[in-house]
C-alpha cells in the first residue's frame, strides 16, 4: 500500500516510516520539522509540508494518491496547550480538518489517528477501559477528544474508516539503535531520567511523592514503541479488511511509578541518578494504566516488550549514541 505518514519525522511517525518500509509498503512522509528531524526519515518519499497549506495538501494526494493515511502531528504539550490554546486548536484539531478535507477530496478513506489518555482525565477507575467517561482537564486532552468525535461524525457522514488509538505513555527506542527517542524541548520521564544518568542533564525532578500509590509517586502506564508500532500495523490491516471505525486504548495494563522507573533506570544502566524532589504539578492523576483487552480481542495485539527493564535498555543504547555524538562535535 501507499501510507502517507503525517509527522514522520517525529519520534512515533519516524518509528511508523521504518515499520512500514520494512513490511513493503510505499511510504510518503509529510512534516514541517517544527518537532521532528529530517535525519530520522530513513527511506521512502519527503515531503516538507504544513497541514495548514491546503495547497500544498492537495499536491501530495494528486501526486503520490496514498491508500492509506496515519497522523502523528499533533503538539502534545500538556502544560504548553494550557498557556497556549490557540496553538493546540489551531494545529491538533482545524488542521487536521484540512488533512481529512483532502482526503475526501482525493477519495482516500482509511485513517489511523493518534489519540490520547488524556482525553480521560482524572481517572474514576484503573485500569481505564473505552468505556470509562471522557473529561479532558487541558486543552491538548481537548482537542485530540474533539478530533475523535469528529472521526465518529465523518465515518457516518462521508464512509471515512478510521482507528482512534488511545496512547498512554511511549517509550523506548528502536533495538537497533537507528532511531530514538529526541523532543524539543524533552519533556517524558524515561529520557530525562537517562539523560541525567549520562551527564546530559544535572538530575531528574521527582513531582511529589505523596500521592496514593506504593511508594507515594504517580503510576504510568508505558508502551515500547515497537508494540505502539505494531497496534498501527494491525489497525492498518483492519481498516483494509473492511474494519469499523472505532477506538483503542493501547498501553501495557501494568503501570510503573517514577520511583520505579528511576530504579529500573540505575539498575539498567549502572549510573548513579541525582534526584531532586519538587512540588506536585497541576492535573497530574495519581494512577493512568490501561485496559487494552478490547485492542487484543478485536485487532490481536499484544505488547511483546512490557518489561520496563527492556523499554529501558533500548532507550539507553539511544542516548548513548546521542551522549556520544554531542561530545564529539
Known sequence: MKVLVVGGAGYIGSHMVQVLLAEGHQVITFDNLSGGFRDAVLGGVFIEGDL????????????????????????????ESVKLPDKYYRNNFSNTLNLLDAMLAYGVKRFIFSSTAAIFGEPEYVPIDELHPTRPLNPYGRSKW???????????????????????????????????????????????????????????????????????????????????????????????????SDCFNLGNGEGFSVQQVIDAAQRVTGAHIPVVDAPRRAGDPARLVADASKMSRILGWAPLHAELDSIIEDAWRWERQTAAAMRNT
Open 52 to 79: 495548514a497549506n491546503r495547497v500544498a495538501l492537495n499536491n501530495v494526494f494528486a501526486l503520490h494518491q496514498p491508500d492509506a493515511v496515519m497522523h502523528f502531528a499533533s503538539f502534545i504539550q500538556v502544560g
Open 146 to 244: 474533539m478530533m475523535e468525535q469528529v472521526l465518529a461524525d465523518y465515518s457516518v457522514a462521508f464512509g471515512l474508516s478510521t482507528v482512534c488509538l488511545r496512547y498512554f505513555n511511549a517509550a523506548g527506542a528502536d533495538p537497533a539503535g537507528l532511531l530514538g527517542e529526541r523532543h524539543k524541548p524533552e519533556t517524558h520521564l524515561i529520557p530525562l531520567v537517562l539523560q541525567a544518568a549520562s551527564g546530559r542533564r544535572r538530575h531528574i525532578a521527582v513531582y511529589g511523592r505523596d500521592y496514593d500509590t506504593p511508594d507515594g509517586t504517580c503510576i504510568r502506564d508505558y508502551i515500547h514503541i515497537v508494540d505502539l508500532c505494531s497496534a498501527h500495523m494491525l489497525a492498518l490491516n483492519y481498516l483494509t479488511h473492511d474494519g469499523q
